[in-house]
């Protein structure tokens, strides 16, 4: 397959988030999207997480106006309702005598973790024998984190070679804190691209924010690793040994992919007691600029892409290439299972 990367596509049999936990009450419901499909997460009254499809079996209306009532869903038009398993489980008007219609909602097997809602849209049988990521061996008091969730408005596969290719950082050289980078190490496999670059510290306000967070004073150069990893479908980079960020994708469309982000930060000296300014600084004043910036480019290089189908393009990042055929080999692999 040509790879046109603003039309790329995404092998459904993974875990995906779709929310952050938080946002969703006992007794509540909110839409979400995973690639066109409209889906519906509620919480029940006894606390647990469940997503049906997001459409009654009735009229194809949207559930998430409706209500929850104890364990079932109730459709806002003429009171339908639905187990957590989609099944239909009563209509209000429907005489005793009669049997139901023989219909039920899609469901997708729901995991909480992370501070996340995880859902896996492909073929649930399969949902077993893949892993959710795991970060709890950072959920502890050595490290604190922060969230920066965002929305892109460009292909999930031109976010994910932004993230593993650091040679971008030309577009960020006001704020980040490098002022040279080296490609190291590159190891791919059919699931995984791992990446070992070498970045050189520089003395900006930038790099003063990024030490003192890290609990690191002087102001000299310093040479740190920085290794990324593409762990289909989500994305780790590690700074040394005390920044992991995790972004995880939820691929709304071909335009558009939600991006929930966490940055750990280990937790050591001084940093200890001032996480919390550090953080209200660091993030708006740092971290969100990036991620505009990020957003900005993703939405030209998405344009690009649209205006520019079929021009070659010339790429010199071994890193960026290995991404883009393994994002190519799972989309044909998925697509060739399908047909
Ligand atoms: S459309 Fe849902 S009950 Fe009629
Ligand atoms: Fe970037």
Redesign the pocket.
């Given at each position: 397959m040509k790879a046109n990367l603003s039309q790329m596509g995404v092998d459904p049999n993974y875990w995906y988030p779709i929310l952050r936990e938080n946002e969703l009450a006992k007794g509540k419901s909110l839409p979400a999207v995973f690639w066109k499909k409209q889906i519906l997460i509620f919480r029940d009254q006894s606390g647990e997480v469940h997503a049906l499809e997001n459409s009654c079996a009735h009229r194809k209306v949207a559930l998430h106006t409706g209500e929850i009532r104890d364990c079932k869903v109730v459709c806002p038009y003429h009171g339908w309702e639905f187990e957590t398993d989609g099944k239909l489980a009563k209509i209000p008007y429907w005489t005793s005598d009669k049997k139901l219609p023989n219909v039920r909602l899609q469901s997708y097997p729901v995991r909480c973790r992370n501070g996340l809602v995880w859902i896996f849209p492909g073929d649930a049988e399969l949902a077993d024998t893949v892993p959710v990521p795991d970060t709890s061996s950072l959920e502890n008091k050595e490290w604190f984190s922060f969230c920066l969730d965002n929305d892109f408005y460009n292909n999930y596969s031109i976010g994910i070679i932004?993230?593993m290719d650091y040679y971008?950082?030309h577009?960020?050289r006001k704020f980040q804190p490098w002022s040279d980078i080296k490609l190291l190490n590159l190891q791919a496999s059919e699931n995984s691209v791992l990446g070992e670059y070498e970045i050189i510290s520089t003395q900006g306000r930038a790099a003063r924010l990024f030490k003192s967070i890290l609990g690191e004073g002087g102001n000299e150069k310093v040479v740190e690793s920085l290794r990324v990893h593409y762990l289909y479908p989500h994305h780790l980079a590690e700074v040394g040994e005390k920044i992991k960020v995790w972004v995880y994708f939820l691929p709304v469309n071909e335009k558009h992919v939600k991006a929930f982000i966490t940055m750990y930060i280990k937790s050591s000296g001084v940093n200890r007691f001032f996480r919390k300014p550090f953080q209200t600084l660091f993030s708006p004043l740092i971290l969100k600029k990036?991620?505009v910036?990020?957003a900005w480019?993703g939405l030209q290089e998405q344009e690009a892409w649209e205006l520019y189908p079929n021009e070659p393009r010339c790429e010199t990042n071994p890193i960026s290439i290995a991404v883009q055929k393994l994002l190519v080999q799972k989309w044909t692999n998925h697509l060739e299972k399908e047909s």
């Open positions: 932004n993230g971008h950082f577009l960020h990036i991620q910036q990020d480019i």
